[in-house]
């Protein structure tokens, strides 16, 4: 373990802008219209936090906003300042339609090569990896193809039978996304395989949220457990309303959601927006619950980084050891802590 670190978010759906220090907004990067500007103040507010690295994630979007923003995401690394961006993770479309979760259910689309090769053009390849149900039609091949082209390929927000999983690890999936949430939503029977297996199987890495809200603290011991420390990825789905002042309500996705504070103090984002807990924090619940230390650094830097290899390499990112755009996180008084 290493006196500095500097954690990879791989699921930050944006984040705030502030004027003068004053929250004045936020940003979705599935807002058609994205800027290098906005881009730049999302990135410097995680990088206060602690970020080493951020992976904007556009949530199910319009063919108009993978269009317009993927460009401006690739835009950013020809900048100092966005050599902590890493190549975007789309959550969606290809998402089941019982498990939706807080994305446009209108967006929503069955998975196709042919929609699937439109991103990629309209990203100039700038794809680090994609979310998507292994159970819809045509999802085998999407994957197949999508992994072919160093593109990443993790399984959420879907509800199949296991052998749907097996065959789409068969095809080239890695990855399996914020399990427990927004995932399987029909009653779990005593013998059911599908979460077994994506709390045991190695041939894919599991990403969970350490927050303390989207799922029990059993539930990541019990991963970090079966999974061993290399193969369990922590994430915090930042909600573009991370940083609101409380209370704050906001229009986003098609919805309304309210920031506001739950029965025991935390702050959270109504209803199924994402989280307002910073990486950072999910690491120190982590830590709290009794996930070891070198546990929780591999969940979110050498894990994650093994997971994006792919398009890293394929797009020629070589990540420092210790980058000059953030000053990551220090381990001070049995907390991780933003460096100075």
Known sequence: MNARCYPASLQVNGGPIFQDGVWSGFVAFDTPGLTLDQVKAVAEYYYGLGYGYVCPTLVTASAEAYQTNLPVLRQARDFEWGQGILPPHLEGPFLAPECIGAHNPALRQDPTVGFAAKLLEWSGGFIGWLTMASERPGAPEVIRYLADQGVSV????????????QAGLAAGATGFTHVMNAATRDQFGAKDLRMVAQFTDRRAWSMIIPDAIHVPEYAVQLMSQAKGPDKVIFVADESPLIGAPVPTTAQLWGRTFEVRLDGAGRVRSYDLSGSCTSLIECMNIALGWGIPRDTVERAVTTNAMAFLRPALD???????????????????????????
């Open 154 to 165: 993790s399984l959420g927000h879907q509800n199949p039978h296991v052998e749907q999983i």
């Open 314 to 340: 394929r797009l020629g990112i070589r990540l420092d050891e210790a980058p000059t755009h953030c000053p990551g996180v220090v381990f001070q008084d049995s907390a991780y802590i933003p460096a100075q």
